[in-house]
């Protein structure tokens, strides 16, 4: 087992450093990939496997503790949300590829989990809907908000709250509304699966579970890091309190969400009954668009990190947020 810092370390290792190292991006119409993913698996492959320098660690103070976030790159803002019981570096493939495409590339991790703090009175959709934009107002500009599993719900809670600060959002492997099988017996037995004394050990069972398809080549490193990081002092209170959080206001808020939408689902994803069906109920409720991930369970963005960039990189640009990076050709991206 990893020491408690190992989250950092991982990511100190694994991420990769944006300014170095393009791909080549290509040009296509809207609802097909239009990137050339042989080429960004390459780069994904090169940049994830060399040593680089990770963006530093940066805090935002909000109501009852910290957010921590990191940052790279220049142009357009991109949110990154990860999900529960998750850390930002979940993104550790994924945000070097968007931020070398020419996008401000923030990841943050959600309160009581990763290097944000803990003692928080609330937690779960709702609050890190609050801490989505009032980190949004910290950088200054609107962004489109990425966010996977929980992470989806509160970005869809702040796009119709505060659509002024959300211009697009990407959700991925999302929960904007209650499953069916959350009932008050099902409830009752998460809430007691999940309790403080042995969380982080039926977590370590259960997350590989939900990785249905390939998993990435450091799925076991990871792995130890999410639950060194839940086994620290006040974490695991911290993580049993948020997976008693509802969709029900995620739900509420579709119809008042009017910014472009991508949802992207692993067809694997083994927290759906029929992934393809959930993305589409979404995709229809937003007017959005929806990209199968092949071989990809509830984590698409670390399992197939060139599918869901391209996915991503494609999206952006026909919604018109083109980055300020430019291919190997002279395009832009």
């Known amino acids: 087992m990893r020491a408690a810092g190992a989250d950092l370390s991982l990511t100190t290792r694994l991420a990769a450093d944006s300014n170095e190292c393009g ?24 940049m994830t496997n060399r040593d680089s320098i990770h963006p530093a660690t940066q805090h ?37 590829a968007l931020a070398s495409a020419g ?10 989990h990763g290097d944000s703090s803990v003692g928080f009175d609330s937690y779960g959709d709702e609050a890190t809907a609050s801490d989505i934009a009032a980190l949004l107002r910290q950088l200054d500009a609107p962004a489109v908000v990425i966010g996977n599993s929980m992470g989806a719900g509160a970005a869809a809670i702040a796009a119709a709250e505060t659509p002024e600060l959300v211009a697009g959002l990407v959700l991925v ?15 009752l037995a998460m809430r007691i699966l999940m309790a403080r004394p042995w969380a982080a050990a039926v977590w370590k069972s259960y997350l590989p579970k939900l990785y249905a398809g390939a998993k990435p080549d450091d799925f076991a490193e990871y792995l130890d890091a999410v639950i060194a990081a839940i086994k620290r002092p006040g974490y695991a209170r911290a993580f ?9 206001k995620a739900e ?37 668009t929806t990209v199968m991930i092949d071989d ?35 395009h832009r991206a």
């Open 23 to 46: 791909r080549r991006l290509a040009h296509g119409s809207r609802g097909r990939l239009a990137i050339d993913t042989s080429q960004l698996a390459n780069y994904i492959s090169h």
């Open 60 to 96: 935002l103070a909000v109501s009852g503790g910290t957010i921590a976030f990191d940052e790279r790159g220049r142009g357009p803002l991109l949110l990154l949300v990860p999900g529960m019981g998750d850390l930002r570096s979940t993104y550790r493939f994924l945000a070097p």
């Open 103 to 112: 996008y401000r590339v923030v990841t943050t991790d959600l309160r009581g």
């Open 173 to 187: 492997g999302p929960f904007v509304r209650e499953p069916a099988s959350a009932n008050p017996l099902m409830k």
């Open 240 to 248: 049993s309190l948020t997976t008693r959080t509802d969709h029900v």
């Open 252 to 288: 509420e808020s579709l119809a008042a969400i009017t910014t472009p939408t991508l949802v992207v689902m692993g067809d694997n994803d083994p927290d759906f009954p029929d992934p393809q069906a959930e993305a589409d109920w979404i995709s229809s409720a937003l007017s959005g």
């Open 296 to 330: 990809a369970g509830h984590y698409p963005q670390s399992q197939q990190p060139e599918q869901t960039a391209a996915a991503i990189l494609d999206f952006l640009r026909a919604s018109g947020h083109r980055g300020s990076g430019r291919d190997a050709e002279g």
